[in-house]
Nanobody, 122 residues
Framework: QVQLVESGGGLVQAGGSLRLSCAASGRPDRSYGMGWFRQAPGKEREIVAAISWSGGRTYYTDSVKGRFTISRDNAKNTVYLQMNSLKPEDTAVYYC???????????????WGQGTQVTVSS
């Protein structure tokens, strides 16, 4: 099965930026979409962004539009989440996921990273 390894989380001041990376190991037989989810303490896991296999279609939750950008480099088997103008409410554990090509619901994702903590201070 595909394994996902995340990196790039950390502590940042409000207004700062971080770039999360998610490297996939293994070669799936079929193309797959990728997504980023996040979960804050006491809250349900929510979709942040999703991207199709080709990169031609993207989705963002309203709260991050204009600030976050999802991208992928299939030659490197890597998906990225560039996060700019970070706010304290962005604080959460961020998860990379892969599965059915282009989906926004967690149920359609088969492979998950370990999660990486993003903390935004004010």
């Amino acid at each position: 099965q595909v394994q996902l390894v995340e990196s790039g989380g950390g502590l940042v001041q409000a207004g700062g930026s971080l770039r999360l990376s998610c490297a996939a190991s293994g070669r799936p037989d079929r193309s797959y979409g990728m997504g980023w989810f996040r979960q804050a303490p006491g809250k349900e896991r929510e979709i942040v962004a999703a991207i199709s296999w080709s990169g031609g279609r993207t989705y963002y939750t309203d709260s991050v539009k204009g600030r976050f950008t999802i991208s992928r480099d299939n030659a490197k088997n890597t998906v990225y989440l560039q996060m700019n103008s970070l706010k304290p409410e962005d604080t959460a554990v961020y998860y990379c996921a892969g599965g059915r090509n282009f989906a926004i619901a967690a149920a359609f994702y088969d492979y998950w990273g370990q999660g990486t903590q993003v903390t935004v201070s004010s």
